[in-house]
């Protein structure tokens, strides 16, 4: 895992060598054990790199990496696991290598087949290629967008980076915020892709290769998307029996391929169906004991699965370290923050950060259950969403007044606080009933918004995460959720969280259940064989039952959370208010003062539970307030 950027002057001029230096030094977190750049005198193009040394820890693996003849040149973050095959055939027809890497495949594999070699690349990645007999620079992503690449343009120049804030250390890069993301931001908690809080900053699109010109010109070139069947012309479907017996196969298999490492690796361990099964065939596949890592926060049981995990590890005899930690959350805004490059809405990156902080103390790769919810239909809501779908329009208007008067619950994840939300939005169509469930500000989101959003009642595209959806034409209503959570909730929030808060602390992260093969095969499954009355994920479940503890099994989907309700009213209490109702508060240039004032009292006073809501303005003040260091930087 490494931190890539680089440079095209598409106006003639060369590109900045030392504008390359002081973007890679910003991402060194992502790549403390070697920095490298390719920028001769005068060259229209320049790529820079940092390392992260996982496969072949040798000076001949470092980048950038050419092919044979140096007429390209690559840098890449991430991993291809099949790189090995891909060697032997070129291998086989007479390539030379250097190195015994995966990047050096990537290089020699465009020398033969331009921009269709990334078609065949089977991993997480994201990689910038020039091409200099051809003056090309070519930029892709993996499929899903594991791996981030962010990038800037303007007249003269194309600049692209890991993380955006390389990208802010270019001299000549423009960093004005784009005010048309921030309602977005309060709708979703987080700026749907392509978009970002900069307006000439872009992310690549998952699953696409891009290349570039000279002259500037681009052409952009989908090359995979998540397809799901069409209903009416579905052909026979397996057996549930078949098809959890095809699963054990593909999610083993995808494990395995993620074992390769010459440095010392483990998995995150939670008290979920997911983790436990990484770690259960990890333990089978390994010679030696798994090590396992685990966190929970003290004094809050409803945010504490460090028992379950714990059983867990002595079940597989894994090497189990657990963190039970009760963080200082003030200390943590700020780094949280920054290694977003902009106000993230979702807490749970504080213990994912802190567990990769810690487990880095123990090992430099971790595998996670990440996807699998994704994959096999493990959330709440999309049986919520089904089963609201069965409900009379009249119902949903009844329940939504009737859950107007219930009691407010003491957290979040209390059973009413579900109840209270599922008869609030029920009646919804399908897409936007998801989208209240899981989004920050619905209801009130143009009260919250200031002044200069007079007219975002009519502007404002409440479905804008779902734009650009693909691969669902007769799909199911199930299959429908489940492609628009991947297309925006997996790529906008749950991958971008993994990536920042591990590559925050050089800790390489790999994803079995984000396996191409395991997402396609899942895809083409029929919705019971996912979801079976109240038992989500069945064909996975009894797919691995017999290493599934019971416990597990049957313990309630819970997540990664933190307890914010109760930290606004108790530790950030004073904190919260000195922040936002501060009357030099950045915020309120684009948000209601007496908006944020009465969130902060009903909060304050017990009226309400507001600590998701108080977080996502938080990080937004916190990001404004923190902006103009970032620029002089």
């Keep these: 895992m490494c931190g890539i950027s680089g440079e095209l002057r598409i106006d003639g001029g060369p590109a900045d060598a030392e504008a390359l230096r002081r973007m890679t030094d910003a991402i060194r977190h992502r790549g403390p054990d070697h920095g490298g750049t390719y920028c001769g005198s005068g060259m229209p193009a320049g790529l820079a790199f940092r390392r992260l040394s996982i496969i072949d820890l040798r000076d001949a693996a470092n980048q950038p990496i050419p092919n044979e003849d140096g007429s390209i040149q690559l ?21 030379q290598f250097r190195s015994n890497g995966d990047a050096e495949v990537i290089a020699h594999l465009f020398e033969e087949k331009g921009d269709r070699a990334i078609d065949e690349l089977d991993g997480m990645f994201a990689l910038g290629l020039w091409n200099a007999r051809a003056g090309q620079l070519t930029l892709a992503r993996d499929r899903v967008g594991k791996k981030p690449l962010y990038v800037y343009r303007d007249a003269q120049r194309i600049v ?76 026979p479907a397996p057996s549930f029996d ?60 409803a945010f504490d699965e ?16 657990e963190f039970r930690v009760k963080p200082s959350a003030i200390d943590l805004i700020d780094t949280l923050v920054y290694h977003h490059d902009g106000p993230f809405a979702d807490s749970s990156a504080i213990p994912t950060y802190l567990v ?7 090992v430099t790769v971790v595998l996670t259950g990440d996807g699998g919810d994704e994959a096999f239909a493990g959330y709440l809501r999309f049986g919520a969403a089904l089963a609201a779908e069965k409900f009379p329009e009249w119902a949903g208007a009844i329940a939504g007044g009737v859950s107007k008067l219930l009691p407010s619950p003491g957290n979040e994840r209390h059973a009413l606080a579900r109840v209270k939300r599922f008869a609030r939005y029920m009646s919804l169509p399908l897409q936007d009933r998801l989208t209240a469930w899981m989004g920050v500000f619905n209801d009130d989101l143009l009260d919250a918004l200031g002044p200069g959003f007079e007219d975002a009642g009519r502007t404002i595209d409440r479905r804008c995460h779902v734009r650009g959806l693909t691969g669902i034409d007769g799909a199911s209503p199930l299959n429908q959720l489940l492609a628009a959570n991947i297309h925006s909730y997996l790529h906008d929030d749950l991958l971008v969280k993994a ?29 019971d064989h996912k979801l079976r009355g109240r038992t989500t994920k069945a064909v996975l479940r009894t797919a691995f039952a017999d290493v599934i503890p019971d416990a597990v099994q049957g ?79």
């Design 306 to 321: 460090t028992a379950l995990a714990r059983d867990t590890a002595r079940r597989f005899n894994t090497r189990h370290t």
């Design 75 to 95: 840098v890449f973050n991430g991993e291809i696991y099949n790189f090995r095959e891909i060697r032997a055939g070129l291998l086989a027809r007479g390539h």
């Design 555 to 633: 313990a309630p989907k819970r997540g990664f959370g933190v307890p914010l309700d109760a930290w606004f009213r108790q530790e950030l209490r004073d904190y919260l208010r000195d922040t936002l109702l501060a009357p030099s508060a950045r915020s309120s240039i684009y948000l209601s003062k007496p908006f944020v004032h009465g969130l902060v009292d009903d909060h304050l006073a017990g009226r309400a539970n507001h600590g998701h809501k108080l977080w996502t303005v938080l990080t937004l003040e916190r990001w404004l307030a923190l902006l103009p260091a970032w620029r002089a930087a």
């Design 242 to 301: 078949s098809a959890a017996a095809t699963v054990r196969q593909l999610v083993t298999a995808a494990v395995e391929r993620r074992l390769i490492s010459d440095v010392p690796l483990g998995a995150f361990l939670s008290g979920g169906i997911d983790s436990t099964i990484v770690v259960a065939t990890m333990s089978r596949a390994l010679s030696e004991p798994v090590r396992t890592f685990s966190i929970g926060f003290e004094g809050d049981p």
């Design 356 to 362: 990769s902080k810690l487990t880095r103390e123990h």
């Design 499 to 527: 990536d920042r808060m591990s590559m925050a602390n050089s800790l390489e992260a790999r994803a079995p259940f984000l396996d191409r093969a395991v997402l396609e095969y899942a895809a083409g499954l029929p919705d």
């Design 160 to 235: 692209f980076a890991s993380e955006i804030k390389a990208l802010l250390r270019h001299p000549a890069v423009d960093t004005e915020v784009d005010v048309h993301a921030i309602p977005y931001y309060l709708l979703y908690g987080y700026v749907p892709h392509p978009q970002t809080f900069y307006t000439r900053i872009t992310q690549v699109e998952p699953g696409t290769v891009v290349t570039i010109g000279l002259d500037g010109q681009s052409c952009s070139r989908r090359y995979w998307h998540l397809q799901f069947p069409n209903e009416a012309a579905r052909g």
